[in-house]
């Protein structure tokens, strides 16, 4: 990715009630060196992190990311971010994505350096990657078992699963597994048998006329794109439904779609090998809607 600004921040205490944080905000070079060896995030990949779709220079659900940050914050024991010093430092960096065309910001919330005062911060733009293609061919997908049963989020809250955290080690593998397999992306299930997300998307089914989408319980990301996608849904007077998904039942969808920030909505064609209608028409409404702005 070829970045166009970088910007450190320095995490300001939740409830400073200042309303101009410029002071908090170091611009950096963004192709130079500019994290401490001892830094946590890097050594632990112990820290969280947001990506931010930016169209023709607006990014895009900048509240809901925000929110998300924050719970992942709160999952984490980190502690919790100035949500106005992160707009403003989302509103600058803004100003340095691609003015037309689409781009990427990225949110960093590192615990610090080991033994250090403070976490670190960090907020970086970049031109998005064209997914034009894969939105309009679709992509085909792998079951893969994440490892963990459906109860395993409450019982073991130490696992973060609900949390957007920068240990995305195991999701860039099973990406690399569902290639292996021949397929372009996978969908993760429960060891107990049921669905819950893609390693960086959501997932939504058609089903009976109805939209649904895993039930964010703790143990997957809840989804800014699913979100949009289903309040643009429901203003259309179609049904969306949160569900307990088994893995059986991703044969009963007549259409599907992993969802996110970046890619946006790219069709499903295939589930392990097994062919999943396509609604281009659809697929590209959502798109067109997705490429709008949006708060
Ligand atoms: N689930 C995971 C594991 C992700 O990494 C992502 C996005 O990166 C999503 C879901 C989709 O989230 P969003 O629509 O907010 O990009």
């Known amino acids: 990715m070829a970045w166009r600004f970088a910007l ?3 995490p300001a205490a939740s409830d400073d009630p200042r309303s101009d944080f410029a002071d908090t905000f170091r611009v950096i070079d963004p192709s ?3 994290l401490s060896v001892g830094e946590l995030s890097t050594q632990r990949g112990d820290g969280i992190f947001e990506s931010i779709g930016v169209v023709d220079g607006h990014p895009q659900e900048t509240q809901a990311h925000l929110e998300r940050l924050a719970h992942s914050a709160e999952i984490c024991d980190l502690p919790a971010p100035n949500l106005e010093q992160w707009r403003e430092a989302i509103r ?5 994505a691609p003015a037309t065309g689409e781009g990427v910001i990225k949110l960093i919330l590192s615990r610090g350096v080991e033994h250090g005062p403070a976490p670190t911060a960090w907020v970086t733009a970049a031109a998005a990657a064209d997914n034009t293609a894969v939105r309009e061919r679709g992509i085909r997908v792998v079951t893969l078992d994440r490892g963990y049963g459906i109860d395993t989020p409450a019982t ?3 696992l973060l699963l609900g949390a957007k955290t920068l240990s995305y080690a195991v999701n860039m593998a099973a ?9 372009d992306d996978a969908i993760f299930v429960t060891s107990d048998g049921f669905v819950l997300e893609a390693p960086t998307a959501s997932l939504i089914l058609r089903m009976d006329g109805r939209f649904v989408t895993p039930a964010p319980n703790g143990g997957i990301l809840h989804g800014t794109t699913q979100l949009s996608l289903f309040a643009h849904l429901e203003e259309q007077g179609l049904p969306t439904e949160y569900a ?7 044969a009963e969808a007549d259409a599907a779609w992993l969802v996110s920030s970046v890619r946006l909505a790219a069709p499903i064609t295939a589930i392990d090998g097994v062919e999943v209608g396509a609604d281009a ?6 798109n067109r809607y997705l ?5």
């Open 156 to 158: 073991a809250p130490w």
């Open 32 to 34: 130079a060196p500019a």
């Open 92 to 96: 600058i960096a803004a100003q340095h």
């Open 175 to 183: 990406i690399r597994e569902a290639k292996r397999r021949g397929a």
């Open 291 to 295: 490429l709008s702005p949006r708060d």
């Open 8 to 10: 450190v921040i320095e």
């Open 244 to 250: 307990t998904i088994p893995t059986s039942a991703l």
């Open 281 to 286: 028409e659809l697929t590209a409404s959502f």
